[in-house]
């Protein structure tokens, strides 16, 4: 089931620590201080999650200008996390919740439908959290290819308001 409730902008980020495409335990904890770009995906090496990877890939120099960190997380193994990074040459880290209990904690797993069949698994959905950890935005509706530069957008808005 999905529970869209299960965070909330202004709540303290869901912690977490998963395996990377490198093999390396990576907590959240470790951005404290930093705005992190935590963005759900279905699978690796598909047209949707392809797309997005890449447009976080082509924007990675817009968003470390931004100080912000970008983190993949989807239900592939590691072995797959890391095919994926070498093919694309992503130069982020994508984690693996093979589980799917971190997606679960951030109301981004549940049931799916594709072609009349149901199943379980992750939703496309990003959150920025802020540097104090805490969820900044959500969005639920990503569109793969615009959604990098929507968020460079929103960040640059966060981190200088207009008066």
């Known amino acids: 089931m999905n529970d869209l ?3 909330a902008i202004g709540q303290p980020a869901p912690p977490f620590t998963l395996p990377s495409g490198d093999g390396q335990s990576i907590s959240l904890a470790q951005f404290q201080g930093q705005w992190v770009v935590l963005y759900f995906y279905p699978r690796d090496n598909t047209p949707g999650c392809t797309k997005e990877a ?5 924007a990675y120099v817009q968003f470390q200008q ?3 960190v970008i983190l993949g997380i989807s239900t592939d193994s590691v072995a797959s996390h890391g095919k994926f990074i070498r093919k694309y040459n992503l130069p982020f ?7 799917g209990q971190v997606a679960r904690a951030y109301g981004s797993y549940g049931s799916k439908k594709f072609m009349g069949k149901t199943y379980e ?3 496309r959905h ?11 935005q959500i969005y639920r509706q990503v569109k793969p ?3 990098a530069q ?5 960040l640059a808005q966060w981190q200088h308001p207009t008066p």
């Not at 890449?54 to 082509?58: L, W």
């Not at 929507?150 to 929103?154: A, E, G, K, N």
Request: charged share 20%; proline share 2%; net charge negative.
């Open 93 to 99: 880290l994508l984690l693996a919740d093979t589980e």
């Open 66 to 68: 931004a100080q912000a």
């Open 5 to 7: 409730s299960a965070v």
């Open 145 to 147: 290819e615009t959604h």
């Open 54 to 58: 890449c447009g976080f890939r082509d």
């Open 150 to 154: 929507q968020v460079l957008t929103d």
């Open 121 to 123: 698994g992750v939703f």
């Open 126 to 136: 990003t959150f920025i959290l802020d540097p104090q950890g805490k969820i900044a």
